[in-house]
């Protein structure tokens, strides 16, 4: 990235430890209402070597909280959008985009570089357990996104490991399927936030609803703590 858009940046760390991060590999799964706010911030800082998987494609109900949800991003394949996206903000970014679900089966084309941190910001439960056993089993650090549906008060965000979580029925689905030995080394954000109870559709369907300042508030918490998680072995 040109030296001037990361000079704030580097005022806070010192170049030393700045261009320490040149060589920093991250793996981002999941680019929706968390996972692109976590994306974004981090090429901002100065993280040069992302790869982004995700299968989806932009919808106009995604305007309310997701970053790369425009009126004329609507329809397009959400990977193809943020590469788009991020290349006006570091023209020099290394970004690999892999338009796919994710799944254990696909882990021989995603897992054929070393990442420094992977960031799971999947909604599915099966699929995010089986990320979450892939970094425990290649031991890499991963942080998981926990729920911030049907939440309206970012304040009650908080990263901790899944073993300490409370409130959030998703954690407590992880906690039943993921053994307990190894939940201690599983980061989360999760929120201690009662959810508000979900309202019907017109077509009777139950949704789950979801706000941008909340699901925003939750991917910049897993952006921060991937950072000081980094600058720790790096100090």
Known sequence: MKPQRTIRTRVVLGDEIFNSFKDVNILIVGIGGVGSFTLESLVRFGIEHITIVDFDTVSESNINR????????????????????????????????????????????????QYDYVVDAIDMLKNKIELIETCLEKNIKIISAMGCGNKLDPTKLEISTLDKTRVCPLARKLRQKIDKRVQKKINVVYSK???????????????????????????????SKLVRDLLDGRK
């Open 66 to 113: 997701q970053i790369l949800a425009l009126d004329d991003t609507i329809g397009k394949k959400k990977v193809d959008v943020m590469r788009e996206r991020l290349l006006k903000i570091n023209d020099e970014l290394d970004i690999r985009c892999i338009d796919k679900i994710y799944s254990k089966e696909i882990n021989d084309e995603i897992f054929d570089r």
């Open 193 to 223: 936030e009662e959810p508000i109870e979900k309202k019907l559709k017109d077509d009777g369907k139950v949704v789950t609803g979801s706000i941008s300042f909340v699901t925003a508030t939750g991917g910049l918490l897993i952006a």
